[in-house]
C-alpha cells in the first residue's frame, strides 16, 4: 500500500442549511413541487460546524489524505482556508448535469462524486458528522490489490425481504428503503446477497468503480433516480458500488463492531460516555429529525473537547507544512 499513500483522497458533501440564500432555493425548489413534499431541514441540513471537527480528526489521525474536495451548493464554510493547496470547494454545477439541478438530495449529488476534476482512483468519501479518533493506516480502507474495503453491519436476508416488502407501501423510512432498493438490484443482477447494511460512516472507493455502476451496469436504473431534487421512496443509496464491488470480487468485507465503527444517536445524549465505552476507530454524530435544539447545543462543547486543535485547513490555524 505505500505507493498509494499520496493518491488517496478524501470527499465531503456539507451544506449550510441557515444559509437564507441557499434556504430560498430550496423553498423555491419545494413551492414548484405538487407531490406533498416536505422536509426537515433542522435534522438534515443543519450546520453544528461538524466539519470544523471533522478536519480536524481526519488532520490528526490520516495525516497522508493527498487532496480534501468539498462538496457544496455555492457555499462554503466562513471558517475555512480556502487557499490551502490540499482544499478544494467543488460546486455541485461540476460536476452534476443542468437537469439534475438544484438537488437537495445527497442520495442523487453522491453518484456524480465520480466526476470530481482530480479526483485520485482511490479515494474516501464522507459526510461532515463523521469523524476519525484513532491514527488509521490506508490499509485500513484498502486492503489487497488495493481493493476497497467494504464495511457493513450484519443483516440477514429474511429480514431485509421482509422489511422492503412493508417499506414499500408506506411514505416514511425513505433512507432505508433506498438501501434495500440497492440490495435488490444487486441481487437481481448478480444473484448475490451481503447480509449487511451501510455502518453509515467513511468508507472507501474506486473511481473507475464508480463510473462502471453509474455509465454502464446500473445506468437504466440510476437514470430514472437524478431528478430527484428530494429524497424519495424511489432512490438508491451509494452503497450499491460497494455490493457491486463485493460481487465481482473487487472489494474485501469486514463486519463491523462499534469498536470499528459506531453511530452517536444526538437525540439519545451522553456522546463521551459512548465514544468512552466502545474507544472507536471511527464515529458518526447523527443528528435526525429526534433531535432537538437543546440536544444540538452538546454538539458543539463535546467536539470541541474532543478536537481542541485548530487544523490548518482553518483560517487562523497553523501554517501548512508539506508532508509529501
Same mark, same amino acid.
Given at each position: ?158 429480514r431485509v425481504e421482509s422489511r422492503f416488502k412493508k417499506l414499500m407501501n408506506i411514505r416514511t423510512n425513505t433512507y432505508r428503503k433506498s438501501i434495500d432498493r440497492a440490495i435488490m438490484l444487486i441481487k437481481k443482477k448478480f444473484g448475490v446477497y451481503y447480509p449487511g447494511v451501510s455502518h453509515h460512516n467513511i468508507d472507501a472507493y474506486r473511481k473507475s468503480d464508480f463510473a462502471m455502476v453509474v455509465e454502464k ?39 463491523? +463492531? ?6 452517536? &444517536?444526538?437525540?439519545?445524549?451522553? =456522546?463521551? *460516555?459512548? !465514544?468512552?465505552?466502545?474507544? /472507536? ?6 443528528? +435526525? ?6 440536544? &444540538?447545543?452538546?454538539?458543539?462543547? =463535546?467536539? *470541541?473537547? !474532543?478536537?481542541?486543535?485548530? /487544523? ?13
Open positions: 500500500m505505500s505507493e498509494y499513500i499520496k493518491q488517496i483522497d478524501l470527499v465531503y458533501l456539507w451544506v449550510d442549511g441557515s444559509d437564507p440564500l441557499w434556504r430560498a432555493k430550496q423553498q423555491a425548489a419545494l413551492a414548484g413541487r405538487n407531490d406533498g413534499t416536505t422536509i426537515d431541514t433542522a435534522g438534515r441540513y443543519a450546520n453544528n460546524d461538524e466539519l470544523k471537527y471533522s478536519l480536524r480528526s481526519v488532520e490528526k489521525h490520516l495525516p497522508w489524505v493527498r487532496n480534501i474536495f468539498i462538496v457544496t451548493d455555492n457555499q462554503k464554510p466562513s471558517w475555512l482556508e480556502t487557499q490551502h493547496p490540499k482544499i478544494t470547494i467543488v460546486d455541485h454545477r461540476e460536476i452534476m448535469p443542468p437537469e439534475a439541478l438544484p438537488c437537495f438530495n445527497s442520495c442523487v449529488i453522491e453518484f456524480f462524486l465520480y466526476r470530481i476534476p482530480g479526483l485520485s482512483e482511490y479515494f474516501l468519501y464522507a459526510n461532515d458528522d463523521m469523524f476519525v479518533n484513532a491514527d488509521l493506516a490506508p490499509s485500513f480502507f484498502f486492503g489487497k490489490e488495493e481493493f476497497p474495503i467494504v464495511r457493513l453491519q450484519y443483516l440477514p436476508f429474511q451496469v446500473f445506468k437504466e436504473e440510476l437514470q430514472v433516480t437524478f431528478t430527484h431534487q428530494f429524497r424519495t421512496d424511489e432512490d438508491i443509496q451509494r452503497i450499491i458500488f460497494s455490493y457491486y464491488t463485493l460481487a465481482v470480487s473487487r472489494a474485501h468485507l469486514k463486519y463491523v +463492531t462499534r469498536k470499528t465503527s459506531c453511530r452517536i &444517536r444526538v437525540h439519545r445524549g451522553n =456522546f463521551q *460516555e459512548y !465514544l468512552d465505552r466502545y474507544q /472507536s476507530d471511527l464515529f458518526c454524530l447523527n443528528d +435526525t429529525e429526534r433531535a432537538t435544539n437543546e440536544n &444540538r447545543t452538546l454538539i458543539r462543547p =463535546f467536539l *470541541e473537547n !474532543l478536537f481542541p486543535e485548530k /487544523s490548518q485547513f482553518e483560517k487562523g490555524g497553523v501554517s501548512y507544512c508539506s508532508t509529501v
